[in-house]
């Protein structure tokens, strides 16, 4: 295997950890989205997305958020606060070989951080709905993502969905860091009953 696709694949392992929760979360925020065709499934006939992120999703319009990871697959959330704190940390400890550290802020499933989202904004109902791959590439292509980026996201989430991304994660067994997602959705809905 090339050094060049060993980076690619350590970087897919990371990034879920780093910056797609939070991101994510706040990417639907200001209104961004994908657009994702119908659900499969005896409710498939009844839902479909149009690209209008979790704006419309909190409004009533659509009431779940979808990718092809989700359901009761696990997440772990990080905030940037816990990431400061953990790079603060690891400065002071100069230590004098290369050190590998997970930060968290905390573990759950994807239907258990839309349903602390939902209760924050007045919609506990809000679920977090699995998309097959396929649907996500094509909803992603709908929304007019560039291919390699939509292709890219779509294996990032499969890998998230798979548990492979978590698996590091969960051998190191990283103490979590104080920021909940609970907090962060509190902030989040103050944000969202301004509009």
């Known amino acids: 295997m090339t050094k060049k696709k060993m980076d690619k694949r350590k970087m897919l392992l990371i990034l879920p950890f780093i910056i797609l929760p939070f991101l994510a979360l706040a990417f639907y925020a200001l209104g961004g989205g994908q657009q994702v ?7 498939g006939k009844f839902l479909t997305l149009r690209y209008s992120g979790l704006w419309a999703l909190l409004t009533g319009k659509t009431g779940l958020l979808m990718g092809n990871y989700g359901g009761d697959d696990r997440i772990v959330f990080v905030s940037p606060k816990d990431i400061a704190d953990a ?8 230590p004098k070989e290369k050190t590998i550290r997970y930060v968290g802020s905390e573990e759950m499933t994807c239907n258990e951080a839309a349903r602390i989202i939902g209760s924050a904004v007045g919609k506990p109902w809000l679920k977090w709905a699995l ?5 996500m590439l094509q909803g992603l292509k709908m929304a007019k993502v560039p ?14 969905h798979s548990g492979k991304t978590l698996e590091n994660f ?5 103490k979590m860091g104080k920021v909940k997602l609970a907090d962060f959705a509190q902030e989040f809905a103050a944000v969202y009953h301004q509009k």
Do not use: I
């Open 87 to 94: 790079v603060a940390e690891e400065l002071l400890l100069q």
């Open 131 to 135: 998309l097959s791959d396929k649907e």
């Open 147 to 160: 291919e390699k980026l939509a292709e890219t996201l779509v294996e990032m989430q499969a890998a998230m």
């Open 170 to 174: 969960h051998q190191n067994n990283p």
């Open 37 to 43: 065709v119908a659900v499969q499934g005896t409710a």
